[in-house]
């Protein structure tokens, strides 16, 4: 019964998240339902295991959460994020010509604004609320139909910003627990981020002119709020500082994720105050605090449902069955790493899980540190954002769209492209041992 309580666990999990249920419940329910199929100890499963790795990830998360949530309202309040967006567009859009030019640029635009963002400390979560009103405005300028709003914001929020070399995010932090730094793979890392923007745009664009000329246009929904403009525009260079002072917290002093993003904070309200205020502090305090909890206790849950699958004796076999599969070791990095993720439905939570366990292995087999590091990392990007996961539920809900139509180009962004990207990383580092 081990393998069927797994299989229906998982798919229970996928199902319950389909339908908006609450990560934390879903995931126990997937718990519970595992330890009753497979006959487990339900006292130490749920309570010791589920909530002992439950409070375990939620206590090392949520103050990079926490912080992460504050700055993005920061940014948000004093009309910093805004900013960006503008100003990357406004760049962009000068070198359009025709209508496809247009089309892509305006993808390009979301995409890099949305990365910059999150590449600044942001959490990706958190940074689709934060992108949202300024991608509407970015699309009605465009013409870009709506529908393919959360395929561009998730273009530059789950994929190369969470794996690329020296991000912030969960995905690259939590693989420097296996030794390694938080740029190994320089090279390559920024090959496969550019190798998924060619993908994603001009993907994108090819859709876009199809959807155009069979006569869609943007269309704001009810609840959207366009031109939502602040009273002074903020300087780029001024905007970023603080993001520049946490990437180089993070990556030169080598300070912990947590504590870099929480001085980037108080290098944001000393930059912004003039925009800010007390009122506005107040707020992105508030506001913040209480906006880190949700992906915190999402982790945190699926995490618990994870620990409880693990001591189910059949997922070890299937771990050990594909750890000394005849498999090539790159392809059972990628594919491991790969399909962890996609049952877990987070890039971070599978990265998590898995390293751990297969590194060893891999480091046997002849991979080193940086490689599994960096193309892990990619590879964990590559599958977990099935329209089961709870991130792709939260971004399509936020856009008012129905699955059906926000899906397909999310699905072009955070699969195809991010596929493409690993595939990219890869090669690079196979063929090019030696750089950095």
């Known amino acids: 019964m081990g393998y069927a309580a797994l299989i229906f666990g998982f798919l229970l999990l996928a199902a319950l998240c389909l339908f908006n249920i609450n990560a934390v419940v879903a995931a126990f329910a997937a718990a519970f339902s595992v330890a009753v199929l497979a006959s487990l100890p339900l006292t130490e499963a749920l309570i010791d295991v589920f909530f002992g790795r439950f409070g375990t990830i939620a206590g090392s998360m949520f103050p990079m959460f926490l912080f992460g949530s504050i700055l993005a309202k920061i940014y948000t309040g004093s009309g910093a994020a805004y900013s960006i967006a503008e100003t990357v567009g406004y760049h962009l859009f000068r070198f359009a010509k025709t209508e496809k030019q247009k089309y892509a640029l305006g993808f390009l635009s979301v995409i890099f604004s949305a990365a910059i963002i999150c590449y600044g400390g942001i959490n990706a979560a958190v940074a689709l609320l934060t992108i949202y009103p300024i991608a509407l405005n970015i699309f009605q300028r465009a013409g870009i139909p709506k529908r393919f709003i959360m395929g561009a914001i998730c273009g530059g929020a789950f994929t190369f910003a969470l794996s690329g070399p020296g991000s912030p995010q969960p995905t690259n932090v939590v693989a420097m627990e296996i030794g390694t730094s938080s740029a190994v793979g320089l090279v390559a890392g920024f ?91 107040l707020y992105s305090l508030n506001e913040g605090a209480f906006q880190a909890l949700l992906p915190t206790v999402t982790i945190a849950g699926i995490n618990g449902f994870a620990a409880v699958a693990q001591t189910v004796p059949e997922y070890e076999k299937i771990i050990n069955g594909l750890l000394t599969s005849s498999l090539p070791p790159v392809l059972m990095l990628i594919l491991s790493i790969a399909l962890i993720c996609m049952i877990t439905g987070g890039s971070t939570t599978g990265a998590q899980i898995a390293l751990p366990v297969i590194t060893p292995v891999l480091t046997g087999l002849g991979l080193s540190l940086p490689f599994i590091h960096r193309v892990g990392t990619f590879a964990a990007t590559m599958l977990d954002s099935i329209p089961s996961s709870g991130a792709i539920i939260m971004a399509i809900n936020i856009a008012g769209l129905k699955m059906k139509e926000g899906y397909p180009p999310v699905f072009v962004s955070t699969i195809i492209a991010t596929t493409a990207g690993t595939i990219a990383v890869a090669f690079t580092m196979s063929l090019f041992p030696m750089l950095p």
């Open 191 to 281: 090959v496969g981020a550019i190798v998924e923007i060619i993908v994603m745009v001009a993907i994108l664009t090819f859709l876009c002119i199809r959807a155009t000329n069979q006569g869609e246009t943007f269309a704001p929904g009810p609840k959207d709020i366009l031109n939502n403009k602040t009273d002074k525009k903020i300087g780029f260079f001024r905007c970023i500082l603080p993001l520049l002072a946490l990437l180089i917290l993070f990556n030169y002093f080598k300070l912990n994720i947590a504590l870099a993003i929480l001085l980037s904070c108080v290098v944001a309200v000393m930059v912004f105050y003039p925009e800010l205020r007390k009122e506005k502090i």
